[in-house]
């Protein structure tokens, strides 16, 4: 399977800034995801990142809160805007696996905002 | 709403003994379905995937889905207390990557 990056591996923000998590793949993939992973709870799909087109976002989140780039096949980057404390939870990125709609997860960010 | 129900547990289980973790999903146009662990602290880990009726082994994993009643289960083998973590049930509808996460199941193995 791929080897999936993270930076930063954790951070703690001051409320009403923005953080930029970068996700590195040691593999060229079509499809990487960014999920959201919020205390004791399970995993939600924020947006889909297909190289070359726009991010696909799920209901609930918008591009202007989470900015997505996915300027080539190894890597994204995913921007968590204008921060709240309710905020502050894991966010992992995830790439396509070699099997049929299988999926790989990095390491995640741990994000507190306060 | 499409959803994917786990028991939260924790599902206790003495060490060698088989735990047996279920899940069931809402919408019927499901068709892969895949299990993660995931240990305190880190990401999710996949174990297995299974995308027709029935059962599939992986060593001490078996994955058994059933379409028509709507759950996958997870059995673990010869439980280790390595094995404890949360186990969470993925399931993506027909030929999309578009996973809907369970809440997952606490295990834990007592040695």
């Known amino acids: 399977s791929a080897v999936i990056s993270q930076k930063p591996s954790r951070d703690i923000c001051q409320r009403g800034t923005s953080l930029t998590i970068q996700c590195q793949v040691d593999s060229q993939v079509t499809m990487m995801f960014w999920y959201r992973q919020q205390p004791g709870q399970s995993l939600t799909l924020i947006a889909t990142a297909n190289q070359g087109s726009e991010a696909t976002y799920e209901s609930g989140f918008v591009i202007d809160k989470f900015p997505i780039s996915r300027p080539n096949l190894t890597f994204s980057t995913l921007t968590v805007s204008n921060m709240s404390p309710e905020d502050s939870s894991i966010y992992l990125c995830?790439?396509?696996?070699?099997?049929?709609?299988?999926?790989?997860f990095g390491p995640g960010t741990r994000l507190t905002v306060t | 709403q499409k959803e994917v129900e786990q028991n939260s547990g924790p599902l206790s289980v003495p060490e060698g003994a088989i735990a047996s973790l279920n899940c069931t999903y809402s919408?019927?146009?499901?068709?892969?379905f895949f299990w993660y662990r995931q240990y305190s602290g880190k990401s999710p880990e996949l174990i297995m995937s299974?995308?027709?009726?029935g059962d599939k082994e992986d060593g001490r994993f078996t994955a058994q889905l059933n379409k028509a009643s709507q759950y996958v289960s997870l059995l673990i083998r010869d439980s280790q207390p390595s094995d404890s973590a949360t186990y969470l049930c993925a399931v993506a509808t027909s030929g999309t990557y578009k996973y809907i996460f369970g809440t997952g199941t606490r295990l834990k193995v007592l040695a």
């Open positions: 995830s790439v396509e696996g070699a099997g049929a709609h299988e999926q790989y």
């Open positions: 919408d019927r146009v499901s068709q892969s």
């Open positions: 299974i995308y027709s009726n």
